[in-house]
């Protein structure tokens, strides 16, 4: 079997007997080697004992005493996220339990970025064994912002922090400035002959996927949603690309990400979207439930729509957690992405 995302940590996850990822004092100790949390050389030496004690024991409870000893008011807070970060995902018992309770309970103060390496991780686990590249580039989406660009009259997607560093490269350069060339036509587009070099980079995150003009960029996207939705909510599901909504009395939609949220409600609402707003809308997706028992009464035999769009800025931030919280799935569903009446 091909390594790929060793980035992600899971060789430091052990495993349930449900198949999802059980939390190991080596993933937790990852966390605590974290730039956020490795005391800076002028910490305290409260917090440096702290750092010290937990990296040599990371399930270690921490009195509110321990805490308040810090000298500094950001990292205390750094800390106080942190250790209510570490306490859930010890008290679920699994990555996957815990980010399904975060999606479900709220996630506080968590910031975004510990969201999306939970969504790496439990990608990792729910793709082991996947061998198309295609399939791997697209479920990127789900855990790494994306830059669009239009190159030679067809729709790419990009990694947003490899695009933003190769424009503060252009920016350094005046000879690449003068060239004028976009970032993007700097990287390798993903296709069927160089697909295999995914395996030797996937952690550099530097292939582009043609959404536009390749359909088998739409597909891959599909594969990995059906792999999201099959590992993280245990049912079984169809996604095919499609080009408009096909059911004039659709009733179920869930935007892949907030423009994509937005512009369903707009939609929904009976409105008519403006030119601006149909240019965003960058893929359509339709599920399906291939055991329609698993669907909720009011739309069983029906198709679930998912939107894709970028911001007005040309970037995709997809939240899978809107999947979790917005499929209506028969007895399980917490809040809906949107619902006919």
């Known amino acids: 079997m091909r390594e790929f995302w060793v980035s992600s940590g899971h060789h430091l996850t052990g495993r349930t007997e449900q198949g999802e990822l059980a939390v190991t004092d080596a993933l937790l100790q990852a966390y605590l080697a974290r730039p956020e949390l490795v005391p800076p050389a002028e910490a305290c030496s409260a917090e440096r004992r702290l750092h010290a004690a937990l990296l040599a024991e990371p399930r270690r409870p921490v009195v509110p005493d321990e805490l308040r000893a810090l000298a500094d008011p950001d990292g205390r807070q750094n800390w106080e996220v942190m250790l209510g970060f570490r306490d859930r995902l010890l008290a679920a018992g699994s990555v996957e339990a815990a980010y399904r309770q975060l999606v479900h309970q709220g996630a506080g103060?968590?910031?975004?970025?510990?969201?999306?390496?939970?969504?790496?991780l439990i990608l990792r686990n729910a793709?082991?064994?996947?061998?198309?590249?295609?399939?791997?580039?697209?479920?990127?989406l789900m855990f790494r912002p994306q830059r669009v660009?239009?190159?030679?009259?067809?729709?790419?997607?990009?990694?947003?922090?490899i695009i933003e560093a190769r424009e503060q490269a252009v920016g350094r350069s005046p000879l690449l400035a003068m060239l004028g060339r976009e970032p993007v036509a700097e990287l390798d587009v993903m296709n069927r002959d160089n697909a295999w070099t995914y395996w030797s980079r996937s952690d550099a995150f530097t292939m582009v996927l043609n959404l536009g003009s390749d359909p088998a960029g739409r597909e891959a996207v599909a594969r990995a949603i059906e792999a999201w939705v099959g590992h993280l909510?245990?049912?079984?599901?169809?996604?095919?690309?499609?080009?408009?909504?096909?059911?004039?009395?659709?009733?179920w939609f869930v935007g892949l990400d907030a423009e994509g949220t937005r512009i369903g409600n707009v939609?929904?609402?009976?409105?008519t979207l403006g030119e601006d707003e149909r240019m965003r809308v960058l893929a359509l997706f339709r599920l399906t439930f291939r055991d329609p028992e698993d669907a909720e009464t009011a739309v069983r035999g029906h198709p679930v729509y998912l939107i894709l769009a970028m911001t007005p800025d040309r970037r995709v931030r997809m939240k899978p957690q809107n999947l979790v919280a917005g499929l209506p799935i028969r007895g399980r569903r917490q809040a809906s992405a949107g619902e006919r009446p």
């Open 109 to 120: 103060h968590l910031p975004a970025l510990f969201l999306d390496q939970l969504v790496h």
């Open 127 to 140: 793709l082991d064994g996947c061998d198309d590249p295609y399939v791997l580039r697209a479920a990127e």
């Open 149 to 161: 660009s239009f190159h030679d009259g067809t729709l790419l997607l990009a990694d947003d922090e």
């Open 233 to 251: 909510l245990q049912v079984a599901v169809q996604v095919e690309p499609v080009a408009a909504v096909q059911d004039r009395e659709w009733r």
């Open 267 to 271: 939609l929904w609402s009976g409105s």
